[in-house]
């Protein structure tokens, strides 16, 4: 079978999906305009399952846990950057990284997190700068012996804290490193497991140390050219069923309060909880926000991101509320099962996929229908787009940014992995 359209194809297919669009005044060249430059930064965590470089073989601990053994994966920085290129080159656009700080690169030394410095990081910074990718940034408060009782920031122990908030401000400052050296702010993102499995007697008092080992960690005031802080909140994990003191609700009155930006990870809330609608809320009162695009499936299980209905959701709330240029889409899921590239690969383009969609709405005409009170034209219309022909115009994207059209890109990996992968052990 071949699967793969000609390039004439491709070509027709796209001149009549442009004029099937022109009908409903949809300007497909336009949109493919907006969504080029659309960057989506790529969770670096994908390629190792969460492991990193501090402690090879080490637990990954913090609640969340990548399942599968497929073979492969990056053992090394060098390997993960190789391996990230790959996935890249088979993403239509420039695209972001986001680094967790356990990625650092400290030459067989042991370097303490609350002592990382942004030269831990050069050949990252190195390598984004060759490849035109802006850097994003976490600290990493898990797979830690300072957070084996399951608390770092909110811990009860004075030293246990003070060491977190090193972190947190070490941290910072190489995130701040980043943007100065690439030009574009780094979002440096916080997120800590701390909660309990069972439930606790006093739910306010790790909620309180927490607000003061943010202050504390948030205290220095860094150029928002550079350095943009965030906070991500987060329903349950693995272990703390019954109470984590990083909430939502916690996480979205520190954001507002000191002016930052809140995370929403689309597997941090209730099952049938979307984030989607969240967005215009609040964005109501934060100037920007970063997303965790994610796939929950039955709990935080970060499954990898398809084209599904809450995607979908996720982008058109992006796009009809003019908020792209103040939400930073990232990727956060880890699947061990399946070949590591193609995981980000059909991630960042189910991402990008979902962005043209909601580029491709009529939204004006939409949005009158609502204002009318016209929700029967509404409802025939939100049907009827769902199946105009925006794989064309998805197909002639890939063609004009030159990489491969369709499920082309699995002859990249496939190779990829003859040559490469199985010379891992
Ligand atoms: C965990 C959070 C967090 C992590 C990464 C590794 O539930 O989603 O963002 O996935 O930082
Ligand atoms: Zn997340």
Same mark, same amino acid.
């Given at each position: 079978m071949n699967h793969h359209p000609t390039e004439k194809q491709i070509r027709d297919a796209y001149a009549l999906a442009k004029e099937r669009y022109a009908l409903l005044s949809v300007d497909t060249d336009a949109a493919l305009a907006k969504l080029a430059p659309i960057p989506i930064s790529l969770h670096c965590w994908q390629g190792d399952d969460v =492991? =990193? &470089? *501090?402690? !090879?073989g080490g637990e990954l601990t913090g609640g969340i846990a990548a399942t599968g053994n497929y073979p =492969?994966? /990056? @053992?090394t920085a060098d390997e993960l950057r190789a391996d990230l290129d790959v996935a890249y080159s088979l993403i239509p656009g420039t695209h972001r990284l986001n680094l967790h700080s356990i990625y650092a690169e400290t030459g067989g030394v042991v370097v303490p997190r609350n002592e990382l410095r942004p030269e831990h990081f050069s050949r990252w910074i190195a390598w984004a700068k060759e490849n035109g990718h802006g850097l994003d940034f976490n600290p990493s408060y898990f797979s830690h012996p300072l957070a084996a009782s399951g &608390? #770092?920031? /909110? $811990? %009860?122990d004075t030293g246990v804290r003070k060491f977190w908030i090193e972190h947190g401000i070490a941290c910072r400052k190489i995130g701040e490193a980043f943007g100065r050296a690439l030009g574009t702010p780094c979002v440096t993102n916080l997120w800590i497991p701390d909660g309990f499995k069972d439930t606790p007697a006093d739910r306010a008092t790790p909620r309180r140390l927490l607000k003061e080992s943010l202050d504390a960690t948030l205290a220095e005031k860094l150029d928002p050219a550079y350095n943009l802080d965030a906070v991500e909140g987060k329903l349950f994990g693995l272990g703390a069923e $019954? %109470?984590?003191?990083? $909430?939502h609700e916690f996480y979205l009155g520190y954001a507002i309060t000191h002016k930052m930006l809140l995370c929403l990870d689309s597997?941090? &809330?209730? !099952? #049938? *909880? #979307?984030i989607s609608d969240k967005i215009s809320s609040v964005m109501t009162y934060l100037d920007e926000i970063l997303l965790h695009v994610s796939r929950g499936v @039955?709990? +935080? $299980? +970060?499954h990898v991101v398809t084209f599904t209905d809450d995607l979908q959701a996720i982008a058109q709330e992006i796009v009809r509320g003019g908020f792209l240029g103040r939400v930073h889409i990232g990727l956060d899921y880890f699947d061990a099962s399946i070949n590591r590239i193609a995981a980000w690969v059909i991630g960042a383009r189910a991402m990008q996929r979902a962005l043209l969609l909601a580029l491709l709405e009529p939204f004006e005409p939409m949005r009158q229908f609502d204002v009318t009170g016209d929700y029967t034209a509404r409802l025939a219309l939100l049907e009827e787009l769902k199946g105009l022909p925006f794989g064309a115009v998805w197909d002639f994207f890939c063609l004009e940014k030159d990489v491969p059209v369709g499920v082309g890109f699995m002859d990249a990996i496939r190779a990829y992995e003859r040559t490469e992968l199985a010379r891992r052990g």
């Open positions: =492991g =990193g &470089f *501090e402690n !090879p =492969g994966k /990056a @053992r &608390f #770092t920031l /909110a $811990s %009860y $019954s %109470y984590t003191v990083g $909430s597997g941090h &809330f209730h !099952p #049938t *909880e #979307t @039955r709990w +935080d $299980s +970060d």
